[in-house]
């Protein structure tokens, strides 16, 4: 069983980046580094649309030093790809030749198709999302896509980004009035024609890229949001109205002085902020959210399963990739605890769970232990902990605090201060919510203490909820964890619970 590296190296308009993935052998994987450098490269486009060898020098010093990072990793492949300024110069084929020469590395010249299918297979992989627009806003050019049902419809790539925006409009610090509005009518125009653009209001619009995320923390930090995560953060259309009625107009030492905005994106985010609001509000979109994944995700999620590219299902495909690594505890175990969650929710409830509830239910069984890898003696906590910032694709920012309170569910001191430092991201029925749920899993793993119960089987009556337990030994070790997890449960539920032991042999 043999793990094995990979490197994606992303050689875009503005930043030159790199990603090594660990992989093992059943196809799961994660990122073990990841570096980028900004060199710019759309500012190197002379007048006549070419690229000079002699301005390259720098780009090519940073992919050598990327491919010896590769080696010191051991990557067994390195998969590199040029997006908009490469593609969009007039001596493209000789920029890539020269950097195969210089740099001993294979470089992609991906079309602006290829990129926006690229970052819509990111989204995919990242998100629990059926029907989006995603836009992703590069140095030299902006992809937008159409996808419903998770099935790409329509792509367009325009020659129009943050960095080669700058060069043409932004070279006074503060826009003027003018300014602005001369590039939103270009950025209209260049949408002209485009029937599908307009005519699916409604849908969410997906960003990618450093612009909406430099939004995102802007926002968080603004209403002092309590998950500083961006991936997956929602946003209505004033938190960007308000920033772009302020931030062209801005000196450079003003806007670095916001918080949220780097110096790095103080310029850029001028162009870049300006494409995203003219386009949301062209699409008619409903929100913003912000998505962690991208074109380099996509890359790599094609090299790895070039058979099925598009993620079925973000969260379970996530969650497999987590448990690959750690920790020891067989994944058959939290699939078991989901089940008897399930079992038990729907004889409660008399329904199955929404999607919503589902999700919960079955990250916090399947996650629960996951803290171990940290400190055994106090691994919920560190499982809690690893849902809120582990990057877990496929639930939004609720879902994972919901996950957390229920994989590390204490209803007496923990549960109440996550439900308190959460109150700007639940809403006011998840705090019933969350003890029921909780309450669930603590029971569901006392049901799977030891390997003596075999199945499971629920229903209520009469206000008491009655358990069948199908034992291949007598449930010594469950009975005396069902003790402890019946009173919270009967709390949470407002029922009676008993239980009755059966031989397996009666299934």
């Not at 699939?335 to 990250?363: C, F, H, Q, W």
Request: net charge positive; proline share 4%.
């Amino acid at each position: 069983m043999t793990h094995h590296n990979i490197g994606i190296i992303d050689i875009g308009s503005n930043s030159v980046r790199l990603v090594i993935y660990e992989t093992e052998p059943g196809g799961a994987y994660r990122i073990i580094y990841e570096n980028k450098y900004s060199a710019r490269l759309s500012r190197l486009v002379q007048p006549d649309g070419r690229i000079p060898r002699a301005h390259l020098q720098t780009a090519v010093t940073v992919l050598r030093q990327f491919r010896a990072i590769c080696e010191a990793y051991r990557t067994i492949h390195i998969r590199a790809a040029a997006t908009a300024a490469i593609r969009n110069a007039a001596n493209s084929e000789d920029i890539i030749r020269w950097l195969e020469a210089d740099t001993g590395l294979t470089i992609e010249c991906v079309s602006g198709d290829k990129e926006a299918y690229y970052g819509f297979l990111g989204v995919l992989q990242s998100m629990d999302i059926q029907d989006g627009m995603i836009i992703d806003i590069g140095g030299g050019s902006t992809e937008i896509t159409l996808f419903r049902n998770r099935k790409r419809l329509n792509s367009i790539s325009l020659p129009i980004g943050a960095v080669n925006a700058h060069a043409r409009y932004g070279t006074q610090e503060v826009w003027t009035q003018q300014q602005v509005r001369r590039f939103r009518e270009e950025i209209s125009q260049a949408l002209e024609g485009l029937d599908w653009i307009k005519i699916n209001p409604g849908l969410p619009l997906i960003g990618l890229g450093g612009t909406i995320r430099t939004m995102a923390k802007m926002h968080q930090k603004r209403i002092q949001y309590s998950l500083p995560v961006t991936h997956y953060y929602e946003m209505k259309s004033e938190a960007v109205d308000q920033a772009a009625e302020t931030l062209p107009f801005q000196s450079f030492a003003q806007r670095k002085k916001v918080p949220g905005l780097s110096k790095e994106r103080a310029n850029l985010i001028v162009p870049g902020l300006l494409i995203l609001q003219t386009i949301f509000r062209t699409v008619k979109a409903d929100r913003y959210i912000v998505s962690g994944a991208g074109v380099r995700d996509g890359l790599f999620r094609e090299w790895i399963a070039p058979d099925e590219p598009a993620v079925p299902n973000a969260l379970k495909a996530s969650i497999r990739n987590i448990l690959a690594f750690g920790p020891s505890e067989p994944e058959a175990f939290g699939a078991k605890s989901y089940e008897d969650m399930v079992t038990i929710y729907e004889a409660l409830t008399g329904r199955k769970p929404d999607r919503n509830d589902a999700y919960v239910m079955y990250t916090a069984a399947m996650l629960h232990a996951s803290g171990i890898l940290v400190n055994y003696y106090k691994s919920s906590q560190h499982s809690a902990y690893r849902i809120l910032f582990g990057g877990i694709y496929g639930l939004s920012h609720r879902q994972t605090v919901l996950s957390a309170i229920a994989a590390d569910y204490h209803p007496k001191k923990r549960t109440p201060q996550l439900l308190e430092q959460h109150r700007d991201i639940l809403e006011p029925a998840d705090t019933q919510r969350a003890h029921r749920l909780g309450s669930l899993l603590y029971l569901a793993k006392a049901l799977r203490s030891s390997l003596a119960v075999k199945e499971v089987t629920a229903a209520k009556h009469n206000g008491s909820l009655r358990l069948q337990l199908y034992c291949a030994a007598e449930p010594l070790v469950e009975e005396s964890k069902l003790e402890d997890a019946a009173k919270d449960l009967e709390d949470a539920w407002d029922v009676k619970l008993t239980w009755t032991n059966l031989p397996a042999s009666i299934t």
